[in-house]
């Protein structure tokens, strides 16, 4: 098999969500020598790429993209591995740090915008359910993210996410990471309010926000929030 | 007996979970057998986790002042959404139908190692209580319908016109006392998550209008518009000893 012939087996893989056969492909390209960065650019990316157009598009749906984010966190999982930290890091978007918040323990909804933001390129750190504001933080500061993502089901634990970003002002890194916001009852207008930096009402809204965030001129601490909010767009 | 634990010979198939999954499971049939055979696993699987239950209660409707509905054992409905539908009836059936915790419970304990899975499940648990209070509804508009009244359409705390949080509070304000079953977080949530609140008009006047997708945020825009809400699926027998 050639590297060219591995790649575009490596890419049909991730978009098949086929996880075995992405592991299996990405040794192979490491053995032939493939550099782990371009087997990156030229099979993971752009297969996640076409999953998250198609389901843009409303041609893929959801349990395909969730095995498609899988498969090509199993295959980074291989190539990483043979990166250099500066590599690393330039294989993908950005690094979001996702947690549901203190007071909540509802985590299928955090577990879908993993699984959609991993197959849209994005470094997911899982910080699990039931993070403290701190918590989100100090691993913000130690895995050097982008992007703070906090989600929360009950109404209890919303006053957590705006002493979370009242710590980061107080702590003075506010410009240090967006922070965005999503789950049930938060909305819009409490994002504006606690001066989030984006909402997004689900998986593919976040997906939409983190590629936003990181590929435009923003910066932390925006003064207008973006919200994405597909049911209301369409 | 305002508390139902049904005989439910209930039977979900992979398709119905990728229908819940908001997937058109031909499309996926086609393109990622995978998936299938996940959806037939976690169907299975929730088949052993599911634990119907049905909590209801007729109330005579006492009088109507403004938006507001007054019922006979002093509890109230109001909103549009209730004005528009229950204006004529002469009783109100509020229940709750859950098919448990146990499902979801599976459902999160999965979604570390097999997120895939943990979603599948997940699904199959929406499917199933959409399924019961489907059968519910139908169960007792046919139980009005041979006592001479109409039905509303079934209404749900959210709908447009009827707003979740108070809709939900004036729901289990009628079910106290007999629903320790399911519990109301502050911010509107059921747990059991797999649980559907509903409200039911019956009366001899009543004029049903509309349906439920006329009603509901995600109108016109959603993946179930124009598919047919019936299921296959043996009817729950106990349902039909249902007393008011």
């Not at chain 1, 098999?1 to 592991?23: P, W």
């Not at chain 1, 849209?120 to 993070?131: A, M, P, R, T």
């Not at chain 2, 006979?72 to 549009?80: F, K, M, Q, R, T």
Request: glycine fraction near 8%.
């Amino acid at each position: 098999m050639d590297k060219e012939q591995v790649l575009k087996d490596l890419c049909e893989a991730v978009i098949e969500g086929d996880d075995v056969k992405a592991v299996e492909l990405s040794n192979k390209a490491v053995e032939l020598g493939l550099a782990p960065l371009t087997v990156v650019k030229e099979a993971i990316q752009p297969a996640m790429d076409i999953v998250g157009d198609r389901f843009q598009e409303g041609e893929a749906f959801l349990p395909e993209l969730i095995v498609a984010g899988d498969a090509a966190t199993a295959s980074l999982d291989v190539l990483l591995e043979q990166l250099s930290g500066e590599d690393s890091a330039a294989a993908k978007k950005g690094t979001v740090l996702l947690g549901v918040m203190f007071g909540d323990n509802h985590d299928i909804g955090k577990n879908l915008v993993q699984a959609v933001l991993s197959a849209n390129g994005f470094k997911v750190i899982d910080l699990g359910v039931n993070v403290a504001p701190k918590a989100f933080i100090e691993a913000a500061a130690k895995e050097n993210a982008d992007i703070i993502a906090s989600s929360t089901l009950i109404t209890t634990s919303l006053p957590y996410q705006r002493e979370m970003i009242e710590l980061l002002k107080a702590m003075g890194k506010r410009e240090d990471y967006f922070v965005i916001l999503g789950g049930g009852p938060v909305t819009p207008e409490w994002t504006q309010k606690i001066g989030a930096d984006g909402y997004g009402r689900d998986a593919k809204d976040a997906a939409n926000l983190c590629n936003k965030l990181v590929s435009g001129d923003y910066k932390p601490g925006l003064d207008e929030p973006i919200i994405e909010n597909a049911l209301k767009s369409k | 007996m305002p508390v139902l634990r049904p005989d439910w010979n209930l039977e979900i198939t992979a398709e119905n979970v990728l229908f819940a999954q908001a997937a058109d499971s031909a499309a996926i049939s086609r393109r990622s057998p995978r998936l299938v055979d996940v959806a037939h696993r976690a169907a299975q699987h929730a088949l052993t986790l599911i634990d119907p239950v049905v909590i209801y209660r007729e109330v005579p409707v006492k009088s109507i002042e403004k938006e507001r509905l007054y019922l006979e054992d002093n509890n109230s409905l109001s909103g549009p959404l209730i004005l528009e539908h229950l204006q004529n009836a002469t009783v109100v059936l509020v229940l709750i139908c859950t098919i448990g915790g146990r499902l979801e419970d599976q459902a999160t304990s999965f979604s570390r190692e097999d997120i895939s899975f943990s979603f599948a499940l997940d699904s199959a648990g929406s499917f199933a209580v959409e399924l019961l209070a489907n059968h519910v509804c139908r169960y007792f508009e046919t139980f009005y319908n041979q006592r001479g009244m109409k039905t509303s359409i079934p209404l749900n705390p959210g709908m447009i016109g009827w707003s979740l949080l108070p809709g939900q509070i004036e729901v289990f304000r009628v079910l106290e006392g007999i629903n320790s079953e399911v519990s109301l977080s502050e911010s509107g949530m059921m747990t059991p998550r797999k649980s559907v609140s509903i409200v039911l008009g019956a009366g001899e006047e009543i004029l049903r209008v509309g349906s439920r997708c006329d009603y509901c945020s995600y109108h016109g825009r959603c993946f179930y518009k124009d598919k047919s809400e019936a299921h296959s699926c043996k009817p729950i027998t106990q349902l039909e000893r249902i007393e008011l």
